[in-house]
């Protein structure tokens, strides 16, 4: 029996990822960005990856020519501009999507909506078109609106899976591991916290009763550990003043869910990681629960499992919010039809 909360990828923990060798071709689109860079760096680094293509609207012949000097087998190519899109995308197994501006102090994830909303409707018409089949993993903010424009642009094109789109909330479940490793003086390799629902403020739910090792707070404490992780996205763009995001940090927790992505592709069984995908275990259309990954993306929603009153109180208090960004998100993709 797999564990809802098993670790995935602890070897990306020790700065490698192993696993057997794929013949997997993943595109990075926005792979010259603060998280696009580092991203693309970890990924190059595996053995799971035989093909990176590398898309931007600026600067990817300069980043693919730099990753490609590496000594590791994933070969390398760049493309860009929208002329070159296709190229990039073509025949891939895994699409990850970091394109797209990022918060600036005073900004909420909203905030970017107008601008990135276009962003990955663009670039989702163009994996509809080039690359139907592949698992699509969206990094670009307000997730909690971006994941049902991406959905709703390929249901258009009559090729939507919900088995293989997610929203990478992985930095939510990273930051959460840490916090709690910190505060109990843990090794942040051995926790596991999920983290549910979606990936802005109070929608962010950390799931701290379900902890491995099991954790126990006062409640004063949980409180304030909650609000840290729902607010840790604010504090690096605070402390960044102006010179964007979490990069760095995403990089690594988007590689992390991308390495799942590709052992669970592989065969590997018991992979589990928690993303905000298309759902049936609340009465939102997209919510963010453990999945059970396999050859075909998402292969067993693990569900909410059991919460405590604290946290049933949190999910009951997110609802409203998500419901409201995944409407914006289906109307603004009913839009632009
Ligand atoms: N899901 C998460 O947990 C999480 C965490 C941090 C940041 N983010 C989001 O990730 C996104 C990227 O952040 P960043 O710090 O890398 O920003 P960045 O500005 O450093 O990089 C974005 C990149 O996207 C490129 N881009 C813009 N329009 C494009 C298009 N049409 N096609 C392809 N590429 C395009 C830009 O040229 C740039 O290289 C932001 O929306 C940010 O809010 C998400």
Redesign the pocket.
């Known amino acids: 029996m797999f564990a809802r909360a098993a670790r995935p990828t602890m070897a990306l923990a020790r700065g490698l990822s192993t696993g057997a060798p794929s013949r997997a071709k993943v595109a990075v ?2 792979a ?5 860079q580092p991203l693309s760096l970890l990924l190059k680094n595996s053995p799971l990856v035989s093909q990176l293509s590398l ?5 990817t012949p300069g980043v693919a020519a730099d990753l490609g000097h590496i000594e590791t087998r994933a070969r390398v190519t760049g493309h860009m501009g929208p002329d070159q899109l296709h190229a990039a995308l073509q025949g891939c197994d895994v699409v990850v999507i ?6 600036k102090p005073g900004m909420t ?1 909203d905030d ?1 909506f107008n601008t ?1 909303a276009t ?1 990955v409707a ?2 989702a018409d163009a994996c509809a078109r080039s690359c139907p089949e592949a698992m699509i993993c969206v ?3 307000p ?1 909690n609106s971006t994941v049902p424009i991406l959905s709703e642009v390929l249901k258009s094109h009559g090729v939507y899976n919900p088995s293989r789109v997610f929203g ?2 992985t ?2 479940i990273v930051r959460a591991n840490a916090f709690v490793a910190e505060l109990k003086g843990l090794d942040p390799a051995r926790v596991n916290v999920p983290v549910v629902g979606g ?1 802005a403020g109070k929608t962010i739910i950390p799931l701290i009763s379900q902890c491995t090792p099991k954790v126990d707070f006062p409640a004063d404490q949980l409180e304030a550990l909650t609000g840290r992780i729902q607010e840790a ?1 604010t504090e690096v763009v605070k402390a960044k003043a102006g010179a ?4 760095l940090s ?1 990089a690594y ?1 988007g590689a992390r869910f991308a390495f799942s992505v590709l052992d669970a592709m592989n065969g590997k069984e018991g992979v589990v990681e928690c993303a905000y995908v298309r759902s049936e275990e609340t009465d939102c259309k997209y919510f963010s629960t453990p999945l059970l990954l396999g050859k075909g993306g998402i292969e067993k929603n693990l569900g909410l499992g059991k919460l405590s009153a604290f946290e049933e109180k949190l999910v009951a208090d997110a609802m409203a919010e998500l419901k409201g960004s995944i409407k914006k998100g289906e109307e603004f993709a009913a839009n632009m039809k």
């Open positions: 689109l926005g010259s960005g603060g998280i696009g898309y931007d609207i600026a600067h970091p394109a797209g501006v990022p918060r994830r970017l990135n962003i663009v670039l990094i670009a903010n997730v990478v909330t930095l939510d990936h996205g964007g995001s979490a990069t995403m927790a």
